[in-house]
């Protein structure tokens, strides 16, 4: 069994900053990718940002210059900085895992999400 544990949501005002974190654990062997997405009300899920196990980020053009995506050293930790955030930042942000478990099996998890609220 693998989980995805999120924390570091919550309301703030536009400009301001919050970090996002996401712990793996459980049966893991190894990790390929670990990302954020984010789903507006109305709206479908869309990649924030994502970070490979060699350390390779890719982010969405809407967020480049603001977030940050970064791991731990253990690869097990997935953190989002995000700055200068805007009221369309709002949204809840779900961590995803792209991973091999104990059994070679490949999985994909998802976390159960954080809401983040940008607004004065």
């Known amino acids: 069994q693998v989980q995805l544990v999120e924390s570091g949501g919550g309301l703030v005002q536009p400009g301001g900053s919050l970090r996002l974190s996401c712990a793996a654990s459980?049966?893991?062997?190894?990790?390929?990718?670990m990302g954020w997405y984010r789903q507006a009300p109305g709206k479908q899920r869309e990649l924030v940002a994502t970070i490979t196990r060699g350390g390779v980020t890719n982010s969405a053009d809407s967020v480049k210059g603001r977030f940050t995506i970064s791991r731990d050293d253990a690869n097990v930790t997935v953190y989002l900085q995000m700055n200068s955030l805007k009221p369309e930042d709002t949204a809840v942000y779900y961590c995803?895992?792209?991973?091999?478990?104990?059994?070679?099996?490949?999985?994909?998890?998802w976390g159960q999400g954080t809401l983040v609220t940008v607004s004065s």
């Open positions: 459980g049966s893991i062997f190894s990790i390929n990718a």
């Open positions: 995803n895992a792209k991973l091999f478990d104990k059994r070679q099996r490949y999985l994909e998890i």
